[in-house]
Nanobody
């Protein structure tokens, strides 16, 4: 019953910005950490950012200072603000949560950074 739906991806030029959104349902949103992962063709899926229930955040070294994760528990939504985008950020971005030994994923939203 867990459902995660990403939106906000698209084509942007290097140096541009995008804000991704993930609408969550089917669980008590405020009780779980929420994460953003990404996967580029031929590469492993990697953790980009995480926002815990205690309000702490974690970022991959490659995005520190450029990306910001936030959440609105009243709206059951987690966001990823992406600034100063680079071609290396091109990937399919997934929203994710973990419960009872199972990791859940959204369908993904494509981000392409190109001139």
């Amino acid at each position: 019953q867990v459902q995660l739906v990403e939106s906000g991806g698209g084509l942007v030029q290097p140096g541009g910005s995008l804000r991704l959104s993930c609408a969550a349902s089917g669980f008590t949103f405020s009780s779980y950490a929420m994460s953003w992962y990404r996967q580029a063709p031929g590469k492993e899926r990697e953790l980009v950012a995480r926002f815990t229930t205690a309000g702490s955040t974690n970022y991959a070294d490659s995005v520190k200072g450029r990306f910001t994760i936030s959440r609105d528990n009243a709206k059951n939504t987690v966001y990823l603000q992406m600034n100063s985008l680079k071609p290396e950020d091109t990937a399919l971005y997934f929203c994710s949560m973990y419960r009872n030994g199972v990791r859940y994923w959204g369908q993904g939203t494509q981000v392409t950074v190109s001139s």
